[in-house]
């Protein structure tokens, strides 16, 4: 069973909001993901982190901001909140290291509207 | 550079029907394979995985053959329920950098 929360799992907001989604996770992983997910299903990585005070932005540009100030946690931020932001969110962790072999655990989900 | 590409469904079956999804990758170096669920409302959990060549990954019934020659790793299943209808996607992951490149997804819908 994964160690890994996101909330809320369901968000609708009205556009120009700031909204923060939480992702926690009790592994200790180092390595930490943030994926869109867009109605066709296809998965895009936005924000990655490989530690405490480490972001890198992924392959698909987003105007959303992320931090990592304790191991466990990797919010992500949106000053202001846009229809064009409506999406699936996934947050996800693994082991890092240069050889490991490992998947990548998922949390449940966020569905985000904004309205 | 590194890509998954699967099958596009979606993909319709009776129940107890056999199922394969396929999926071939282009990787540079030894990628682990993976094959992750993802049910409706849900987060992607992983069905199974596989870390070097001619490794069988198996779970829950389904299995998938990691063949470097063909660079493939298809998803199989002798008999499908209608508790399986959901999304698969194929992954892989870049050892020196546990990177993750996924495929488009797949959508199973099994029928009673």
């Known amino acids: 069973e994964a160690d890994i929360y996101q909330t809320p799992r369901y968000l609708v907001i009205g556009t120009g909001k700031k909204i923060t989604l939480e992702c926690s996770q009790t592994m200790g992983h180092d390595k930490m993901y943030w994926y869109q997910q867009d109605p066709g299903m296809e998965l895009h990585l936005i924000h990655y982190?490989?530690?405490?005070?480490s972001t890198e932005k992924g392959d698909l540009s987003s105007e959303s901001t992320v931090s990592r100030i304790r191991t466990e946690h990797f919010p992500l931020t949106l000053e202001s909140a846009r229809p064009s932001h409506t999406s699936q969110y996934l947050c996800a962790s693994s082991e890092w290291g240069r050889g490991l072999n490992t998947e990548a655990f998922f949390g449940q989900g966020t569905r985000l509207t904004v309205v | 550079g590194n890509s998954v590409t699967q099958m596009e469904g979606p993909v319709t079956l009776s129940e107890e029907a056999f199922l394969t999804i396929n999926c071939t990758y282009t990787?540079?170096?030894?990628?682990?394979l993976f094959w992750y669920v993802q049910y409706p409302g849900e987060g992607l959990q992983l069905l199974l995985k596989?870390?070097?060549?001619?490794d069988k990954g198996s779970n829950k019934g389904f299995e998938a053959t990691y063949r470097k020659e063909t660079t493939s790793f298809h998803l199989e299943k002798g008999s499908v329920q209608v508790s399986d209808s959901a999304v698969y996607f194929c992954?892989?992951?870049?050892?020196?950098?546990?990177?993750?490149?996924f495929g488009s997804g797949t959508k199973l819908n099994v029928k009673p």
């Open positions: 992954a892989l992951s870049d050892p020196g950098f546990n990177k993750f490149y």
């Open positions: 990787a540079t170096g030894y990628p682990s």
């Open positions: 596989a870390t070097k060549a001619d």
């Open positions: 982190s490989y530690g405490v005070n």
